[in-house]
């Protein structure tokens, strides 16, 4: 019987970080070895020059203009949005909501289904690892309400305790917030089983999807939550944009959010109608050529392929964790097995700040800090981390150059 080994296609590393201007600069007198995507991943030309063309030749406002530049502008934005739905698979257009982030994202959130929903003695159940986006607007929402936070505990690899999950999940549990993957840590939580529990017991599910969007595929029918956040910026494309996900029979039930223009259909002084879904939550003038350059940077990741991305990046992943545990004194903060393309690490006697600084020196771009997300450094009894956070660009070399720059650092810093 023939084997029939089905044909991959060339993963091109060096043909991609061709198409990166930024990834061709010299950072004090070396090569750019750019390691914080997990903060915000560099653009390729594609969406450098999407957003550019909207901005020669077709900006001005959207949706009220029955002129030709304010139609080019309303097709580009909306033509934007129909790429976000494909890219996630969400069933309608009515379903994506444009936002400056997932923080503003989650704040949407928070501040209609939260505010409608929760009553006093009502819990809102996140994990120990969030970021402090997915942590404070509830902490917020919880305050105004007179309603309870609720944490679930996580392993000392990161691993977030699910059984200990399903015992906090009670008859006062209104909302579940979660985060796919940690910024701190990389763990990826097996969110669809997350859900499912919440969905069986009629709580909404709201999912931080700002670390997982960039790293692979994303089917918001297949995860069944209500709600699914992510940024622009993470994913190659423009700061300022982002998006929500809501499920279109909860957006509906929803009270409007911010109001003004646009999200309107008629205003009097005495009574005021909303604008359908999707532009209900959308009030005033939104970030147009922010989502043209997100749209780019979706057509743009669906050539490259999310599969692809994955199998680069968990190849990257396994070998900068061989590689970084061969340095003395180096701990990796985060070993869950399922991890996303990122190491966050701890050196002996070595503050991250000062490793930081070295390392920019010569040109490694890492990022050291809280990385936003406190309670996780409390947890491990760090005061941060320096953590190098890979993209589909990167490469087995740039871990090479990361590991040597850290050897002479560390020794340099000792
Ligand atoms: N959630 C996670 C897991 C993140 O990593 C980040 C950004 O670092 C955010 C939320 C906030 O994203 P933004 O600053 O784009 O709103």
Redesign the pocket.
Known sequence: MALIVPLRREYDVLGLRGQFPALQRRINGRALTYLDN??SAQQPAAVIEAVSDYSRNHHSNVHRGVHTLSQEATALFEGARGKVRGFINAASDREIVFV?????AINLVAGTLGRSRLQPGDEVVISWLE?H??IVPWQMLCEQAGAQLRVVPMDRRGVVDFDAYRALLGPRTKIVAL?H???ALGTVLPIREFIAEARARGIATVV?G??AVPHQRIDVQALGCDFYAF?G??MYGPTGI?VLYAREAVLATLPPWQGGGDMILTVSFTRTTWNSLPWRFEAGTPNIAGAVGLGAAIDWLGQVGMEAIAAHEADLLAFATERLATIPGLTIIGTAPDKASLVSFTVDGVHPHDLGTVLDAEGVAVRTGHH?AMPVMEFFDVPATTRASFALYNTRAEIEILHAALTRAIGMLR
């Open positions: 997990g903060a400056r982030g997932t923080t503003e970021h986006a997915n985060a993957v940690s910024n931080d700002a670390q940024s910026h993470k982002g936003c």
